[in-house]
């Protein structure tokens, strides 16, 4: 997950802590909620996608765009119940924008 943070109101629930250690912790819970649609698990759809997403002072994703699709539509598709199960404690600085990249493979 790469992090810009951005001006907002001080504090929060993680304040001191590092925009890179914040960003760490929102890839873990984005990912902690990934999950691999059953029509592209059977047809072998594999892919990366490139999600930019912005969290909000309340912890939850304000907004999120597919800045590099997969190339499947199943697999893009996952991208907003991902992003709407996404609750992290308030950003350092009351907003904090990142991206990440998704892969979806079938190997291990």
Do not use: Q, W
């Not at 539509?73 to 907003?95: F, I, S």
Request: net charge positive.
């Amino acid at each position: 997950c790469r992090a810009g943070g951005s001006a907002g109101s001080p504090g929060g629930a993680v304040a001191g802590v590092s925009l890179a250690a914040y960003g760490a912790l929102v890839a873990a819970e984005i990912n902690r909620h990934k999950f691999y649609p059953a029509s592209a698990r059977s047809s072998g759809t594999g892919g990366t996608l490139v999600v930019v997403f912005t969290i909000g002072p309340g912890g939850t994703v304000v907004s999120h765009a597919i800045t590099r699709s997969s190339g499947s539509r199943d697999l893009d598709a996952t991208v907003p119940a991902m992003m709407a199960a996404t609750h992290v404690p308030p950003p350092p600085n009351g907003r904090f924008r990142g991206s990440i990249t998704l892969r979806f493979s079938l190997s291990p």
